[in-house]
């Protein structure tokens, strides 16, 4: 099954805004009603074109009045839609506010030069605090008549009060839309890791992001220190495949990569007080491990969105992992090597899967209990689907008696990770 996913590192953009804006926007709050942040905003039963949001570094911001406009009321010369949703804690422990823009194929088709997407956070005076991000898309052929074409985007905040400005210019004949409003970020109340992003920037929009494809995000800048008296050897192992029973199902499988990318990425970043942190991603379905990375101070996040990337286009279960057995197979006898006693140090091993169901005709034995191993088994199992009741991982891993946590929200997420973090601190 070929399944595409788009790598995205975060990159801050060069392009100047302007120094200020000289009348403060009106004071409009966002609109409610907020969806799910691993989602784009999307309106059922309606075909669209999800244009790839990339940020076009070659237009040149002064060539177009932005101030003046920005200055005026909203203005509206091309017909369209906006959606600005609350701030929302996405998987990867940062908080997002997602927007769009839809316009109608006949409004599309009408225009005579291409389109720029223009978006940009100000202070309540009409600062910059963040360079723009800017979206080209060429029209250089007509969309179907019965598919809108969707500006989907977001912008990574830290808690506080903001504008959100957003621009829709053609250039042919200088038509343009302008939108200002008021955004306002906060956590959650009783939020179980109030510091974790105290290092992060206070503002960022993603270099690319394509919401219909998939796109995977790496950074860096967590605070999740750990305050250890025992020396610890913390393993990550990951399974990298989506589950065998969701193989087919492309949002799945898109969401399994995001997810998995974001869960890696924010328990790389677990900070000992003594110890190490390791990683192991397994392509259980072609009985490999596909990425190793040992004493993590820095993900390895292009050879890992390499690996993801590759295991997503090819996600069967190879002939000679049934064989052997397997997938399943596979996931016991990496996981048993593992089952070791660590000189000097106590072993703590983190599963990160989804909720698998292996082929009925392969093997789900359970491991069998190490009474000489100085270990912790934790295992973070993330759920896509409603129908997720069984997990074969879960019938692998009883003997060890761990620690399980089913995740179907970043904040599920957030509180597994608070609580992994209170028991390290324990040891």
Same mark, same amino acid.
């Given at each position: 099954?070929?399944?595409?996913?788009?790598?995205?590192?975060?990159?801050?953009?060069?392009?100047?805004?302007?120094?200020?804006?000289?009348?403060?926007?009106?004071?409009?709050?966002?609109?409610?009603?907020?969806?799910?942040?691993?989602?784009?905003?999307?309106?059922?039963?309606?075909?669209?074109?999800?244009?790839?949001?990339?940020?076009?570094?070659?237009?040149?911001?002064?060539?177009?009045?932005?101030?003046?406009?920005?200055?005026?009321?909203?203005?509206?010369?091309?017909?369209?839609?906006?959606?600005?949703?609350?701030?929302?804690?996405?998987?990867?422990?940062?908080?997002?506010?997602?927007?769009?823009?839809?316009?109608?194929?006949?409004?599309?088709?009408?225009? &005579?030069?291409?389109?720029?997407?223009?978006?940009?956070?100000?202070?309540?005076?009409?600062?910059?605090?963040?360079?723009?991000?800017?979206?080209?898309?060429?029209?250089?052929?007509?969309?179907?008549?019965?598919?809108?074409?969707?500006?989907?985007?977001?912008?990574?905040?830290?808690?506080?009060?903001?504008?959100?400005?957003?621009?829709?210019?053609?250039?042919?004949?200088?038509?343009?839309?302008?939108?200002?409003?008021?955004?306002?970020?906060?956590?959650?109340?009783?939020?179980?890791?109030?510091?974790?992003?105290?290092?992060?920037?206070?503002?960022?929009?993603?270099?690319?992001?394509?919401?219909?494809?998939?796109?995977?995000?790496?950074?860096?800048?967590?605070?999740?220190?750990?305050?250890?008296?025992?020396?610890?050897?913390?393993?990550?192992?990951?399974?990298?495949?989506?589950?065998?029973?969701?193989?087919?199902?492309?949002?799945?499988?898109?969401?399994?990569?995001?997810?998995?990318?974001?869960?890696?990425?924010?328990?790389?970043?677990?900070?000992?007080?003594?110890?190490?942190?390791?990683?192991?991603?397994?392509?259980? &379905?072609?009985?490999?491990?596909?990425?190793?990375?040992?004493?993590?101070?820095?993900?390895?996040?292009?050879?890992?969105?390499?690996?993801?990337?590759?295991?997503?286009?090819?996600?069967?279960?190879?002939?000679?992992?049934?064989?052997?057995?397997?997938?399943?197979?596979?996931?016991?006898?990496?996981?048993?090597?593992?089952?070791?006693?660590?000189?000097?140090?106590?072993?703590?091993?983190?599963?990160?899967?989804?909720?698998?169901?292996?082929?009925?005709?392969?093997?789900?034995?359970?491991?069998?209990?190490?009474?000489?191993?100085?270990?912790?088994?934790?295992?973070?199992?993330?759920?896509?689907?409603?129908?997720?009741?069984?997990?074969?991982?879960?019938?692998?891993?009883?003997?060890?008696?761990?620690?399980?946590?089913?995740?179907?929200?970043?904040?599920?997420?957030?509180?597994?990770?608070?609580?992994?973090?209170?028991?390290?601190?324990?040891?």
């Amino acid at each position: 099954m070929m399944i595409g996913l788009s790598v995205g590192i975060v990159v801050l953009m060069s392009q100047v805004w302007g120094m200020q804006l000289q009348r403060t926007p009106p004071d409009i709050t966002a609109p409610p009603s907020p969806l799910p942040a691993r989602d784009a905003p999307r309106i059922p039963g309606t075909p669209f074109i999800d244009a790839v949001m990339k940020h076009d570094p070659e237009f040149d911001l002064n060539s177009i009045p932005l101030t003046q406009w920005l200055e005026a009321r909203d203005s509206q010369e091309i017909p369209w839609k906006t959606r600005i949703e609350n701030a929302e804690l996405r998987m990867d422990q940062r908080l997002e506010v997602a927007y769009s823009a839809t316009l109608q194929p006949k409004d599309v088709n009408n225009l &005579a030069g291409d389109l720029y997407f223009i978006a940009g956070v100000t202070d309540a005076a009409g600062n910059s605090l963040v360079p723009p991000k800017v979206v080209h898309r060429s029209l250089d052929g007509k969309i179907p008549e019965d598919k809108e074409l969707r500006f989907n985007d977001n912008v990574i905040a830290q808690p506080g009060e903001y504008f959100l400005c957003l621009v829709l210019y053609e250039s042919q004949t200088g038509r343009h839309n302008t939108l200002k409003r008021r955004i306002t970020v906060t956590t959650s109340s009783g939020d179980p890791l109030p510091n974790a992003g105290k290092d992060l920037p206070q503002l960022e929009f993603f270099d690319f992001t394509d919401r219909e494809r998939g796109t995977l995000q790496f950074f860096k800048g967590l605070s999740l220190p750990v305050m250890n008296k025992r020396m610890l050897r913390v393993e990550l192992i990951s399974l990298l495949n989506p589950p065998e029973q969701w193989s087919d199902l492309r949002r799945i499988v898109r969401r399994h990569m995001q997810q998995t990318a974001a869960a890696l990425n924010a328990l790389s970043q677990l900070r000992l007080a003594q110890g190490t942190v390791s990683v192991i991603g397994l392509d259980v &379905a072609h009985g490999a491990v596909a990425f190793q990375q040992a004493d993590v101070e820095q993900l390895n996040s292009e050879e890992l969105t390499a690996v993801l990337n590759k295991i997503a286009d090819d996600n069967t279960v190879s002939l000679a992992t049934m064989e052997r057995g397997g997938s399943g197979a596979f996931f016991r006898e990496s996981l048993d090597r593992q089952l070791t006693p660590s000189t000097g140090a106590m072993k703590i091993i983190v599963v990160v899967s989804g909720s698998e169901v292996f082929d009925p005709s392969g093997s789900v034995k359970p491991l069998d209990p190490r009474k000489n191993c100085d270990c912790r088994v934790y295992h973070l199992r993330f759920r896509y689907d409603i129908h997720d009741g069984s997990d074969d991982i879960g019938k692998i891993l009883k003997p060890l008696g761990p620690r399980t946590f089913d995740i179907t929200t970043p904040r599920e997420f957030r509180k597994s990770l608070a609580e992994i973090i209170r028991d390290l601190n324990n040891f």
